[in-house]
């Protein structure tokens, strides 16, 4: 290899983890290259000297981007994890965490088989004295709890609580299990992660999902809020794309919009640092301006009949003069909210000039396939459904919906049928429960379809503080699975005390947080010990699902998820045990489902379960719809083409199914609960389904914005442990020894702080400390501090790095619409420790 070639590859190297020569330091480079991305997938013999390697096709585990990974195992160790080249999320790459999973399966602090709490107390600092038992005997103890509510009429009062779930044969069995054994609580954690943008998108264009987007094709990204190169989904292939995007001719220009400087606003043409919660009013006044200055697209928002344009501020139109195509509701927007939102009056909102909201409705406006992007930035607040719905609102005037460059949502897995139909097997007894559930009377535990939470999804954060309220009743026994509300929930300390007199049961491999609170361990594997699916999340829209295959035999006495929760239901009585008996373990559940591949091969020759474990996903592309100049086409498999032009009624069935089967600028669903909506945020009645503008509300009681994000070495709530993550993040936002809280240089003078000084964060609800990181890229009146740091539990390496957990100082709000617990929006005080 020449040394000219050396460099290149090394570079390809460095680009394809994605970080600077840190990740090259274990390990010589000529050692890496040759395993290194787009390397020969056949290099699986191993190293000099050392023992038979093989790769098993795995997906990782640490955030919800699912790269598939090849992962080495040599004399019966993990010892490297890269890139599957042949998974299109992955390419043969990884981000920086990808490649140190192998900590986890060895991390030295994972419980080693099934436990007995013997210490009766709870609390941060009592030892659960937790014993050694079989799985025989734990599986028993959880169903002989659960048939004993169940024979008492109380099975509600159980629950699965479930985070990062992966797919059929892990979160996809909690509902049937729920339903057979007879309780309405399985309760996911999607109200505290990003719920916000998927109601968003679901009033106004019927899809209450995440986006699937053609970052390839597309020339202009206006991003609001979305940690495009830290966090935003599927994080390692956003930082490709990014690469291509701006290599690409025409290079796709980028706008971004947060209230500090990340790497995503330090890489973009333009960074807009904007005053929290703002968002949607800095999207009113694009809006606005791409009206008065005629900007919107023609062919799917529609025209003036007479083709002038009558859009000018202040100024009211008559809504016959205007003809929409496919939005639904332009003129009643404009005339009762549009027409004043202009880019000064949105300054006096924002604090971002109106000069610039002019420029960047300019570029946005005029630049083709062009789209907004956003994610917990703007949703993360009191009215951040309203945020929302303008944000994507822009998508619909500049046309972009289905369009080349543009948004889709994610298909489904033509999986086949799983080993039983969980409906045969519904007794009386669920029956009659699921009839009380559907009535009201007995409702589920955090409230979620009653009048007070309508329309969300999920109400986790309300679950600790229900419960103990006693309100609308006390839970019996909870099932976490990769979930640590104790821990990652607003106001968490609440839960500390919520979580005393419930039994718990955890199945996290680590000693987290609620495993402290356990009654009972019942180990999970870690994801490279796993056999589990992994569908997509929203990615580019064709179907794709990946597989878990165990790159070692178990270490310890754990069982996959999936399984420890089929185990508990063959001991229930009744019909469910009986379906549990049918289903068998997951690998037959997955067998069966992988049947569906027989009749949609995939691109990559996966047609069966054998195939689909040696290629590690199953993908078909392409997606099957797209809309062109106002025309919305269909792909005909025959005719390998998107042939088929879509009807009216066919748009709204498969495309956008909202009421009107248009983009509702004016949300048919949202004024349906008019009453709840007006009350809620003080505004008229008439106008509550309009994008509008609503004031957020910042409790906390200080003043200075509180934000919480997350961060490239970050994995959720799940990454404490990791201690070489940790290493990597300590030089910028803390880690082993230090938290930094981000803050403005004059903010701090302000108040006497010097660089490096402990500070206290204090809001009502609570007060943490870290050191001052003095930093001009965040705005003088907001304060950053990532949310990983501060465990007090979750092993050694994570335990101890305190003072700093965000979330004891988070206050539990929520907006009232989508339910997102508003993680952005506490004001705190900060000064000198
Ligand atoms: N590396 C990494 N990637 C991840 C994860 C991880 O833990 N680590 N977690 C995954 C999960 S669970 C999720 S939900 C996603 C979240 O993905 P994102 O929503 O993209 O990430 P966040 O960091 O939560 O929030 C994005 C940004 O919002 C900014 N922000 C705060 N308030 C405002 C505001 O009012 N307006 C604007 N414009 N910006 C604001 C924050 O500074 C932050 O930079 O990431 C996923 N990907
Ligand atoms: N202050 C603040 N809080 C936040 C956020 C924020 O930005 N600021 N972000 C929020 C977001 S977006 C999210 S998604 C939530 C996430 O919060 P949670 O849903 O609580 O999920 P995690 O913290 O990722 O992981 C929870 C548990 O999974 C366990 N675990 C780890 N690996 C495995 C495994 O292989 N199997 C099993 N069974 N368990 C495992 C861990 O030990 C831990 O107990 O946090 C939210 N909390
Ligand atoms: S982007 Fe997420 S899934 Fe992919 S390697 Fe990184 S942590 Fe793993
Ligand atoms: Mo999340």
């Not at 996809?172 to 719920?195: E, Q, R, W």
């Not at 007995?442 to 409230?447: L, S, T, V």
């Not at 890229?777 to 700093?804: F, I, N, S, Y």
């Amino acid at each position: 290899m020449s040394v000219l070639d050396h460099l290149v590859s090394r570079r390809r190297f460095l680009q394809a983890t994605g970080v600077g020569g840190g990740a090259v330091a274990a390990g010589g480079v000529g050692h890496l290259l040759s395993f290194s991305a787009g390397g020969s997938h056949a290099r699986a013999d191993g190293p000099v000297g050392g023992g038979e390697t093989q790769i098993t096709k795995n997906v990782c585990h640490q955030c919800p981007a699912r790269c598939g990974i090849d992962v080495y195992t040599t004399d019966g160790r993990v010892h490297a994890i890269y890139g599957d080249p042949g998974n299109p999320i992955a390419n043969g790459r990884l981000c920086p965490k990808g490649h140190l999973g192998s900590y986890i399966l060895y991390d030295p602090d994972r419980f080693k088989g099934p436990m007995k709490r013997t210490n009766p107390n709870k609390g941060r600092d009592e030892d659960p004295q937790f014993e050694a038992i079989s799985w025989d005997e734990a599986l028993g103890i959880v169903a002989e709890r659960l048939n004993r509510l169940r024979e008492q009429e109380e099975s509600h009062r159980f629950a699965l609580m479930y985070g990062r779930g992966w797919g059929a044969s892990c979160a996809g069995l909690l509902g049937p299990f729920a339903k057979l054994y007879g309780t309405p609580n399985v309760i996911g954690h999607s109200s505290m992660c990003s719920d916000g943008s998927m109601v968003a998108k679901g009033l106004t264009d019927g899809n209450e999902s995440y986006n699937a987007y053609d970052y390839r094709n597309t020339n202009y990204i206006l991003n609001f809020g979305a940690g495009f190169l830290e966090a935003f989904r599927p994080y390692n292939y956003l930082m490709q794309v990014w690469g291509h995007m701006r290599t690409k001719s025409p290079k796709t220009r980028v706008t971004a919009v947060d209230v500090h400087m990340n790497p995503t606003l330090a890489a973009a043409d333009r960074a807009v640092t904007i005053k929290p919660a703002t968002d949607g009013a800095m999207a009113l006044a694009i809006a606005h301006e791409m009206l008065v200055n005629g900007y919107w697209d023609r062919d799917f928002v529609g025209d003036f009949t007479d083709g002038a344009n009558r859009f000018e501020a202040g100024t009211e139109i008559d809504p016959d003069d205007f003809e929409e195509v496919w939005t639904q509701g332009l003129i009643r927007w404009w005339n009762d909210e549009l027409k004043d939102r202009t880019p000064e009056w949105a300054e006096s909102i924002t604090t971002v000039p109106a000069e610039t909201i002019r420029r960047v409705a300019y570029e946005f406006g005029t630049t083709r396939p062009a789209m907004a992007i956003m994610e917990r930035g703007p949703t993360s607040h009191s009215n951040g459904t309203y945020n929302g719905m303008a944000i994507h609102a822009l998508n619909a005037l500049a046309g972009t919906l289905f369009t080349e460059g543009g948004l889709f949502y994610q298909m489904d897995v033509p999986y086949g049928d799983g080993p039983a139909d969980p409906d045969d097997y519904l007794d009386d007894y669920a029956g009659r429960m699921q009839e009380r559930f559907d009535e009201g009377e007995i409702p589920r535990i955090d409230k979620l379809g009653t009048d007070r939470w309508p329309l969300a999804r999920n109400m986790m954060q309300e679950v600790g503080p229900n419960h103990a309220a006693g309100e609308p009743y006390k839970l019996d026994t909870i099932l976490f699975y990769l979930n640590n509300p104790i821990w990652t929930a607003p106001d968490a300390t609440a839960w500390e005390e919520a979580l005393k007199d419930v039994f718990i049961i955890d199945t996290s491999p680590f000693p987290g947080e609620t495993a402290r609170y356990a009654d009972l361990i019942l180990p999970d594997h870690t994801y490279l010990e796993r056999l589990q699916d992994a569908p997509t999340y929203p990615f580019e829209g064709y179907p794709m699902t990946a597989l878990r295959t165990p790159a070692v035999e178990p270490l310890y006495d754990t069982k996959v998820f999936g399984d420890i929760l089929i185990e508990i239901g063959k001991r229930l009585d009744g019909p469910a045990g009986e379906y549990w008996q049918a289903v068998g373990d997951t690998e037959n559940l997955l067998r069966h489902l992988a049947e569906g591949f027989r009749d949609h091969p995939g691109d990559n020759g996966v047609e069966d379960f054998e195939s689909w474990k040696a290629k590690g996903v199953w993908y078909k592309k392409p997606y099957h719809w797209k809309q062109e100049r106002g025309v919305f086409y269909e792909w005909v498999e025959d005719d390998g083409d998107y042939t088929h032009e879509m009807s009216a009624e066919e748009v709204a069935d498969k495309l956008m199914p909202t009421p009107s089967g248009r983009f509702e600028f004016f949300s048919e669903k949202l004024q349906e609960h008019a009453d709840f909506v007006a009350s809620e945020f003080g505004i008229d009645h008439e106008r509550a389904g309009l994008i509008q503008w609503v004031d957020p509300d910042h409790p906390g009681g200080g003043d200075l914005y509180f934000s919480t994000p997350k961060t490239a070495l970050h994995a959720e709530g799940r990454g404490a442990n990791i201690p070489h993550a940790i290493a990597h993040v300590q030089p910028v936002m803390g880690g082993r020894t230090t938290v930094y809280l981000e803050i403005h240089p004059r903010t701090a003078r302000e108040r006497g702080i010097r660089s490096g000084d402990r500070v206290r964060i204090v809001s009502d609800v609570g007060e943490i400390e870290a050191y001052a990181r003095l930093f001009e890229g965040t705005r003088p009146d907001t304060v950053c501090l990532p949310m990983e740091h501060g465990h007090w539990a979750q092993g050694r390496w994570a335990e101890g790095r305190k003072p700093g957990h965000s979330g004891e100082v988070t206050v539990n709000q929520s907006d009232r619409i989508s339910g997102l617990a508003s993680y952005y929006t506490t004001k705190v005080r900060v000064e000198r420790a």
